[in-house]
């Protein structure tokens, strides 16, 4: 997937990083009330092998609000140019975050909190991904 800085995000060739996905749009309120959630968790654990990336569904007709929300961000943005991204399937809902364990497998499968995502909820998933060795996988979550 292009992101916006030129680069490609492929999540199959981050294998042995923590990899979360998060499908958002600029006019969801949901979704940019978790964006500085996952910035944080993103820049307080990427050199732990995390990666991620936040696709935008607002199009290209969305491009330049997207390019100026994204500034705000350290963490790679894509603009999605369908509902059913190569590899993630259909994205019924947004907000929509998925994570993937170091070995590919898929932890967290549209995962939404009624809330909103924080800190306490990427920490009670992510954070015991990061930590788990090859030898020793992580235990999937609750499906929460």
Known sequence: MALLDGNVFDSASEKGKVVVVNFWATWCAPCRAEMPALDAYYRQHHDEGLAMVAISMDGADGAAKVRDLATQFTFPVAIG?????????????LPMTLVIDRAGILRKDQWYEEDGLDAAALDRVITPLLHATPAMPAKPSDGN
């Open 81 to 93: 140019t369908s509902d059913r991204p190569p590899g993630y399937g259909r994205v019924w809902r």
